[in-house]
């Protein structure tokens, strides 16, 4: 009920207003008493019964009876006359001074606020505000209050903002001060939350808050500066491992896939990544999570087989540079797969390639040919981080819808 009508009232009108609110309580009380008792009669209600909820509600609808907990919106307010009529006597009486309207809308935000309704509360104080009284310890409380108001919706900026304009306003008092602390302390601004402490501190020595305050955040910010530097070496750390591996790769001549470095922005421009490390994790980045790794000088590669006759494929996690496309597909194939419906995938049946979308050929791969080998060849590029094969069965029909997709099948060259 804060906020003030345009129109103005007369003295005599709101004297009119006040007796007609009495005439209309004893009208109201009247008509209830008939309602309920018609009721009785009709529905045969009890005395002890349901009746006295019907009573209940009866009397809620009129503001003389209104339950202390019931929130009224500026709509509802507007609907009823009598409502609106005291929100105009409470509001809009031509001699109030800013003062007095100020300390209304204080009196309403504290109403709200032991009610724990912080943003009605808020509201209340924010209209206070706007009526520029001039009473400076009524302008400290309203700011201290909505400080308090914001900082329970944990709004602490502007929590902090306001508990600011209340110390400007008076520098001692204890509140404004110990509310700039918590916001500074909830925001993680430790540096600024010991001072403010610090500053209480100079004010009332013993005040236990500002103690706990300040050795909370000399501790948070000790623990920051720690983690800080724990971030650093294991940023460092991550650093070196990925620059070793990229050694690695780049002395295998392993052929990455530099499209992904490039994307494009609302504006069409191509936005490059910089860093070389980050350009090079970034060229590993894979869907499946995994990466390729180093270890006691091997690199262990996620590689996916791809069997385009049914649709599904196989993921391999670590598949040692030193191994073959053979030795993995005898192992997976030792037994009939369950998606395999005509028993075609098996040894010396498989016919296996790889796909360079830049060129849009196909190429052959051996079998018989380790993994390093493979990646060796300019024409295999890795994308996502992760090698990728076609394996088909040469008995397939399949077989040959799949590769006349392509003007013809090339051999891998191994050598730049």
Known sequence: ????????????????????????????????????????????????????????????????????????TQEEIDANP????????????????????????????????????????RLAYTAGLKQWCQNTDLLTILHTNRA?????????????????????????????????????????????????SKIILSLD????????????????????????????????????????LKEAIASR??????????????????????????????????PTGKQVYLENGNLFWPVLFMYPQYKTSDFIEAFEENTCVGDHLKCMFADKAYWDEEYEFRCGNFAVFAENYKEEKLYEIPMDVSLKKLLSSPKLIVRTGTPGFYILAKSSIHYTEFVGKYAKIHKLPFTR
């Open 253 to 286: 001549n392993v052929t990455l896939d530099t499209a992904i470095l490039k994307k494009k922005d609302e504006g069409d421009d191509k936005e490059v990544v910089k860093d070389e490390i980050k350009k090079f994790m970034k060229q590993l980045e894979s």
């Open 82 to 121: 009598l409502l609106k009529g005291l929100q105009m006597i409470k509001y809009d009486d031509d001699e109030d001074t800013p003062y007095d309207r100020a300390l209304a809308h204080k009196e309403d935000g504290n109403h709200f606020f032991k009610k724990k309704n912080f943003k009605k509360a």
């Open 205 to 244: 020595e013993d005040n236990e808050f500002a103690r706990k305050c300040l050795a909370d955040n000399i501790r948070k910010e000790k623990e920051q500066e720690r983690n800080e530097r724990k971030k650093k070496m294991e940023k460092k750390k991550l650093d070196d491992k990925m620059r070793v």
């Open 148 to 196: 308090a108001a914001n900082f329970h919706l944990k709004n602490y900026r502007s929590s902090y903002l306001d508990a600011q304009a209340a110390v400007e306003l008076d520098r001692t008092r204890i509140k404004g001060l110990t509310r700039c602390a918590q916001c500074c302390d909830a925001l993680n601004k430790y540096e600024a939350a010991m001072e403010w």
């Open 1 to 72: 009920m804060s906020s003030v009508p345009k129109t103005k009232m007369t003295v005599e009108e709101r004297c009119a207003l006040m007796q007609k609110l009495d005439k209309e309580t004893e009208e109201f009380m009247e008509e209830a008493s008939r309602r309920s008792k018609l009721k009785k009669e009709n529905n045969n209600v009890d005395a002890d019964g349901d009746d006295d909820d019907d009573i209940d509600d009866i009397l809620n609808t009129h503001p003389a009876f209104m339950r202390p907990d019931k929130e009224l």
